[in-house]
């Protein structure tokens, strides 16, 4: 995947939820298509978009994004959208049965991580195939980054 290097002009991330590695372990991450009007794209541009309380689920085989925030666009005076309607995701059938079994199965939830412009100007979103965190795992891997933050500290001082 293009990780959106200064050569290329279309990357741009749209909305990022940095709480999501905090709160959850990732076991696994997959891009997904999104179907969105015109009026949501042309906001998403500007920006005021939030994936913050938001989460996937899998209905009917389908895949669905709820709960996310995209600010009204200005320019739009007819054909306005609804600021935290249910959107669809596009996957293919082989996602979809392994995200199906990892919620189901499992026991695993979808979490959207960051939703982005990819290099051809699409609008795409990444999940996050995740199992919650317990308080003690979060402490855990704050001492983690801690002491990685110390260590690279005392070696750039000392070594």
């Known amino acids: 995947m293009n990780t959106g290097t ?16 905090y709160d959850y372990a990732i076991d ?12 949501e794209v042309k906001s998403m541009r500007v920006g005021g978009t939030n994936i913050a309380e938001s989460y996937a689920a899998v209905e009917d085989h389908e895949l669905w994004l709820v709960n996310s925030y995209v600010s009204p666009y200005a320019g739009a005076k007819t054909f306005k959208h609804e600021e935290r309607r249910r959107r ?17 199965r499992k ?42 933050r110390q260590k690279s500290r005392l070696m750039k001082d000392h070594g």
């Open 107 to 148: 026991g695993m939830t979808l979490v959207p991580l960051v939703m982005y412009f990819n290099h051809r100007g699409l609008v795409k979103i990444k999940l996050g195939i995740a199992k919650g965190k317990q308080n003690h795992d979060k402490r855990a891997s704050e001492a983690k980054r801690d002491w990685s």
């Open 88 to 104: 669809k995701l596009l996957v293919s059938k082989k996602q979809m049965s392994d995200l199906w079994n990892a919620t189901q």
């Open 28 to 39: 696994d991450d997959i891009e997904c298509g999104i179907i969105l009007e015109g009026s």
């Open 6 to 21: 200064k050569s290329d002009p279309n990357y741009k991330v749209i909305a990022e939820n940095r709480r999501a590695r």
